[in-house]
């Protein structure tokens, strides 16, 4: 098992070092827009489940989070056809 990293931190060559941080260490990485309304966010967090949560204050555990598989590296929320995100 893998631990999954949310990254909410500005895009450019700073997340790019940071995305490969957590991929060589082994993590799966959970991208997340800097600029998604507070609701909207928790929704996503807790559709995604991130272990950790790397945002403008660092990394932290973030409670109820769920390790993924051993080998993934990219966890995305898509709408599907109903909206919500899976």
């Given amino acids: 098992m893998t ?4 990254l909410a931190i500005e895009q450019g060559p700073g997340f790019v070092d940071r995305l490969r941080d957590e991929w ?15 609701p909207e966010r928790a929704r996503l967090l807790t559709a995604l489940r991130p272990t950790h949560i790397v945002d403008d204050g660092g990394r932290r555990r973030h409670p ?4 993924a598989e051993s080998g993934d590296a990219l966890v995305v929320a898509t709408g599907g056809s109903t ?3 899976k």
């Avoid at 631990?3 to 949310?6: G, K, N, Q, T, Y």
């Avoid at 060589?24 to 507070?38: K, T």
Wanted: charged share 25%; no cysteine; aromatic share 0%.
């Fill in 64 to 67: 109820g989070g769920a390790e």
């Fill in 83 to 85: 909206g919500e995100p």
């Fill in 24 to 38: 060589d260490a082994g993590n799966a990485v959970a991208p997340l827009a800097r600029d998604l309304p507070e």
């Fill in 3 to 6: 631990d999954v990293v949310a």
